[in-house]
T-cell receptor, first 110, second 114 residues
Framework: QKEVEQNSGPLSVPEGAIASLNCTYSDRGSQSFFWYRQYSGKSPELIMSIYSNGDKEDGRFTAQLNKASQYVSLLIRDSQPSDSATYLCAVKRYGQNFVFGPGTRLSVLP | GAGVSQSPRYKVAKRGQDVALRCDPISGHVSLFWYQQALGQGPEFLTYFQNEAQLDKSGLPSDRFFAERPEGSVSTLKIQRTQQEDSAVYLC????????????FGPGTRLTVT
């Protein structure tokens, strides 16, 4: 079992819809979780961090964390073609050791 | 302000050559990370510095990989006797190191070993 798992996609949604991206992790002791967006040929850029169970909203983005289920998700409301990218889930393990999932490719269709 | 910068952006090395990749973190960021990203994969952790101290090098794939940050600012990742499997994008990231863990990435160095 990989430490951080994501569906590779592509996940296709129409413009204006809600995109739902999911991530599961195996280390129950993990405490800090991050979502990054990576455009093709570019480096990852931070979208959101989440540390506590529940929802965290920032503009069109909502991160959801359920530590009991070892599950993190990212919702993108009113999806735009410019949101088309690979979304990486990252989990902080011990110390400052981070593990990234393989990413989910999102395609927003105009 | 200025973000994380890396140089060179592209590097082609013949198998067996040594390479050095440079990272200049965001000013004031205490923590610095190196990652290796293969095509179609997420970044893989290589090593972590807090100021000049290398606190975690568990991700370095072999003893051919060496990283340093002698003055707690600029960092260099060195790969000796490059092999084809070293071909990847090498990403550097920095964070404040104040108990928050958000990392900010540089543009990366694409290394191709021929």
């Amino acid at each position: 079992q990989k430490e951080v798992e994501q569906n590779s996609g592509p996940l296709s949604v129409p413009e204006g819809a809600i995109a739902s991206l999911n991530c599961t992790y195996s280390d129950r002791g993990s405490q800090s979780f991050f979502w990054y967006r990576q455009y093709s040929g570019k480096s990852p850029e931070l979208i959101m961090s989440i540390y506590s169970n529940g929802d965290k909203e920032d503009g069109r983005f909502t991160a959801q964390l359920n530590k009991a289920s070892q599950y993190v998700s990212l919702l993108i409301r009113d999806s735009q073609p410019s949101d088309s990218a690979t979304y990486l889930c990252a989990v902080k393990r011990y110390g400052q050791n981070f593990v990234f999932g393989p990413g989910t490719r999102l395609s927003v269709l105009p | 302000g200025a973000g994380v910068s890396q140089s060179p952006r592209y590097k082609v090395a013949k198998r067996g050559q040594d390479v050095a990749l440079r990272c200049d973190p965001i000013s004031g960021h205490v923590s610095l990370f190196w990652y290796q990203q293969a095509l179609g994969q997420g970044p893989e952790f290589l090593t972590y510095f807090q100021n000049e101290a290398q606190l975690d090098k568990s991700g370095l794939p072999s003893d051919r990989f060496f990283a340093e940050r002698p003055e707690g600012s600029v960092s260099t990742l060195k790969i000796q006797r490059t092999q084809q499997e070293d071909s990847a994008v090498y990403l550097c990231a920095s964070s404040l190191g104040d108990g928050t863990y958000e990392q900010y990435f540089g543009p990366g160095t694409r290394l191709t070993v021929t």
